[in-house]
C-alpha cells in the first residue's frame, strides 16, 4: 500500500516573517502521519520553516538545488546545503523552471543523482503543455520525459526514493484542473512506463502524484484515485486551504 503523499509548493511566495506566522498556524493542523506531509519553502524560509516543524511528522523540501557538489556556481544552491536545513525531498524538473530557467530532461537527471547521493528524495516534475495534449503527442512526450529523469537510477532508488509529480502544464495555477479522470490516466501511464522500464515491484512502489490547481473541492476525488499517490500544491499551499487538502 503507497503512503500518500502531498507536497506544498510555495513558488516564490512568503517573507520569512510571514513563513514563520503561517507555518506556526497549521502545523498542528498539518501533522499527521496517515499522509507524508512536505512542505516546500523558498530557499530563504527553508531554515526557519525546518526549525518550527522540527519534532512533527512535517518534512522540509526544497524547490531547486544544483547538480555539482560545490564551488563557482553563482546564486545556486547545492544539495549539501539542503542537508544542513534537514531537507527530506527536492522538487525538480518544474515546468517552470524548465520553462523560464531551460532545465533540461538532462539537468533533471544530473539533479536526481545528486540528490540520491545526498538522500534527499527528489520529486520529479514531468507534465505536457496543451498544445500537446490535443496533438495526442503527450504519451511520447511524458514517457520521454520520464525516461530522460531516471537515466541510469537504480532500481532500488526508482522503487524507494524517487516520486513523480505529472503536473499537466495547461492546469498550473490556471484554475484549471484535470479531471480525475484524465489525472488517473496518466499517472496509470507513467506507473505502465516505469513497469516497462524496471519491474512490477518499482512500478507497485513508486509514488506518483498529481499537480495543477489542487483544492479542497477537487482533493478528496482526485486522491482517491487508484494510481494517484499523492498531491502537488502550488497555490492552494500558501493557504488555510492546505489544511482541507491534507486531511481530504
Ligand atoms: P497550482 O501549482 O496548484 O497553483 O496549480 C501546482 C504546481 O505548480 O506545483
Not at 103 to 124: F, G
Amino acid at each position: 500500500m503507497r503512503k500518500k503523499i502531498i507536497a506544498g509548493n510555495w513558488k516564490m511566495n512568503y517573507t520569512i516573517t510571514e513563513a514563520d506566522n503561517f507555518v506556526n498556524e497549521i502545523k498542528d493542523r498539518i501533522n499527521t502521519d496517515e499522509v507524508d506531509v512536505v512542505i516546500c519553502p523558498n530557499n530563504i524560509c527553508l531554515e526557519r520553516v525546518s526549525d518550527i516543524i522540527e519534532g512533527t511528522n512535517i518534512k522540509l523540501g526544497a524547490q531547486n538545488v544544483h547538480y555539482e557538489e560545490k564551488g563557482a556556481f553563482t546564486g545556486e544552491t547545492s544539495a549539501n546545503m539542503l542537508l544542513s536545513v534537514d531537507a527530506k525531498y527536492c522538487i525538480i524538473g518544474h515546468s517552470e523552471r524548465r520553462q523560464y530557467f531551460c532545465e533540461t530532461d538532462e539537468i533533471v537527471n544530473k539533479k536526481a543523482k545528486k540528490l540520491l547521493e545526498k538522500n534527499i528524495k527528489p520529486i520529479i516534475c514531468v507534465g505536457e503543455t496543451l498544445e500537446q495534449r490535443e496533438k495526442g503527442e503527450l504519451y511520447e512526450f511524458i514517457s520521454t520525459q520520464v525516461k530522460n529523469a531516471l537515466k541510469d537510477i537504480s532500481e532500488d532508488d526508482v522503487k524507494n526514493n524517487i516520486v513523480i509529480a505529472y503536473e499537466p502544464i495547461w492546469a498550473i495555477g490556471t484554475g484549471v484542473t484535470a479531471t480525475s479522470m484524465q489525472a488517473q490516466e496518466m499517472c496509470k501511464y507513467i506507473r505502465e512506463e516505469i513497469r516497462k522500464l524496471y519491474n512490477n515491484a518499482v512500478a507497485e512502489n513508486i509514488r506518483i502524484q498529481y499537480g495543477g490547481s489542487v483544492k479542497p473541492s477537487n482533493a478528496n476525488e482526485i486522491l482517491n484515485m487508484e494510481d494517484i499517490d499523492g498531491a502537488l500544491v502550488g497555490g492552494a499551499s500558501l493557504t488555510d486551504d492546505f489544511v482541507a487538502i491534507v486531511n481530504y
